[in-house]
């Protein structure tokens, strides 16, 4: 098994620590339980049979779990590494934790979220590693939050039917419907660069947000403008917020009955821990940066479900006015 052999794994840290959950991983439990994957951002390597070569944590891990893991490989006896010497059973069919397509006829758009700074003139600006350097600006950071995260956000069929007015008028101003709102505001604005894995802003802390619809055109599509804004403020210790704006545009034809063009950014600045689950700070506040863009929702990575659907016990759900995906928690 050279390094180039070697099968990369992802496995859900939250979602592992559940014994139920556990049991998804195609064997009841017995490959992944011993290997006590319910710490973030670990590393393992394990034999295809499960024996555990290496366990690394923090930056980095990944580096130092090859290296000490492929030591160790090559120190087994060589009918325990050549191919076909160790068994393994097929994997069993495994009960899905969330829907594995976005809905029929729905809308897909992708979500970025990413740390910014301003530069010496003022701008906005992505933050390098080299600024990690000054602990001062950047308390315990590491080179994860200076790059983007990646979300999703669905809509059904029927949500995004409801955005686009039957008989368009220029000028006409209208707001988002009440259930897609929420869902932006509550599950997608939420700082997810602290570790890929956030709890949803609850309804207390949004103290306030609009998001409206604009007519721009008619012929030969309907162009409508996207305008908002939004504050959240939490009561943990230190107090986070985010107070941001939202500017996009959606296209439709009405030819083709379709959405042709759907994007919008959020942008603004946010200040504390998130929204309270890390020891994640900053000093001050720091601007912050969401970009939602439709995809067609055929490659891979943008048909994988929400994270609005995956929290620290699985059962975290996604709010919708519509039939197709149902909240589990409790917003208020």
């Not at 014994?19 to 439990?29: F, P």
């Not at 191919?83 to 897909?108: F, H, I, N």
């Not at 933050?127 to 001062?136: F, G, Q, S, V």
Request: proline residues 8%.
């Amino acid at each position: 098994m050279a390094s180039g052999e070697v099968v990369p794994v992802a496995y859900n840290a939250f979602l592992f620590g559940s014994k139920t959950l556990a049991a998804t991983d195609g064997s009841g439990g017995k490959f992944g339980e011993p290997l006590n994957l319910r710490v973030n951002n670990a590393c393992v390597l394990v034999t295809a049979d499960g024996r555990l070569l290496a366990r690394t944590h923090g930056p980095g891990c990944a580096e130092r779990c090859l290296k000490d893991g492929l030591k160790k490989w090559w120190e087994l006896p060589e009918t325990e590494r050549r191919p076909g010497a160790m068994k393994v059973q097929p994997m069993k069919e495994r009960p899905l934790l969330a829907p594995t397509s976005p809905p029929p006829g729905g809308l897909v758009l992708k979500v970025y979220t990413r740390n910014l700074k301003r530069d010496a003139k003022g701008e906005l600006a992505r933050i390098t590693a080299e600024d990690l350097k000054d602990n001062t600006r950047y308390p315990g950071w590491d080179i994860a939050y200076t790059e983007p995260t990646r979300d999703n956000l669905w809509l059904t069929a029927e949500e995004w039917r409801s955005l686009v007015p039957a008989q368009p008028r220029q000028g006409d101003r209208f707001p988002v419907p009440t259930g897609i709102r929420d869902r932006i505001f509550l599950f997608h604005l939420q700082d997810m660069t602290q570790g890929g894995l956030e709890y949803p802003w609850f309804r207390q802390h949004l103290k306030a947000g609009e998001l409206t619809l604009t007519v721009e055109e008619t012929t030969p599509r309907t162009r409508l403008r996207i305008n908002g804004s939004v504050r959240f403020v939490s009561n943990t210790m230190p107090e986070c917020g985010f107070e941001a704006r939202v500017v996009g545009a959606l296209d439709y034809d009405p030819s083709k009955k379709a959405v042709q063009q759907f994007r919008f950014i959020v942008l603004g600045e946010t200040w504390g821990g998130g929204s309270g689950i890390h020891e994640f700070t900053r000093p001050g506040r720091a601007p912050l940066a969401m970009s939602f863009e439709l995809v067609s929702g055929n490659n891979p990575i943008d048909r994988i479900a929400p994270l609005g659907y995956v929290g620290n016990s699985g059962t975290v759900g996604y709010p919708t006015d519509g039939v197709v995906l149902r909240t589990t928690i409790r917003l208020d």
